[in-house]
């Protein structure tokens, strides 16, 4: 069986849970090689409590195995983010080398800082418009533009995690999952 790409979800102190989890469950289930990787070392603690042990530290991911970087969003976890110098490295070798980036909520401000905002179509958490620098930003609930794809919150997190599958190039897969797990 062919290994599918693997893709990166960074998980920082105070993650947005339903985000993180339903990106990471829904690329699993669709095959991919969806691995997370904390910023800091041991559990992380998301923003509602939930603790979570990662599968490795930032610093151990080697950029050229990934495919994609999707960031969850949530605070302080999209903040902690948005100031990790590691994650912003990864989101921007991935995209320069023909990956995806993406993010969601309050999280799209890290592709603000990594300079993947400027000239696309991006959206986010009300409120953190301004942090998209040299964005357009949109009120649409899931936005893909040239391998970056953004989305609104934790009420858009299936079809941005579905967007996900389908944007690895899968679209057929993504839609059996909407299917199989009663997604409107």
């Known amino acids: 069986m062919k290994k599918t790409p693997t893709v990166l979800v960074p998980l920082a102190p105070g993650f947005e849970e339903i985000e993180a989890m339903t990106i990471i469950d829904v690329l699993r289930r669709a095959g991919h090689d969806a691995i997370t990787a904390g910023t800091i070392s041991g559990p992380i603690t998301g923003a509602h409590g939930v603790i979570v042990t990662p599968d490795c530290v930032i610093t151990d991911v080697d950029a050229s195995a990934l495919r994609m970087v999707v960031l969850p969003g949530g605070l ?90 389908a944007s690895l190039g899968d679209p057929a897969k993504s839609a059996a999952l909407r299917s199989g797990m009663l997604v409107g």
């Open 76 to 165: 302080p976890g999209a903040t902690n983010l948005k100031d990790n110098a590691t994650v912003i490295s990864l989101l921007q070798r991935v995209h320069a080398s023909g990956g995806i980036a993406a993010a969601m909520c309050a999280a799209p401000m890290a592709l603000g800082k990594a300079g993947l905002a400027k000239g696309r179509r991006v959206t986010c958490y009300p409120g953190f418009e301004d942090q998209l620098t040299g964005g357009t930003c949109v009120t649409d609930r899931v936005v893909e533009d040239d391998r970056v794809v953004t989305s609104r919150g934790p009420g858009t997190a299936m079809e941005f995690s579905l967007a996900l599958v």
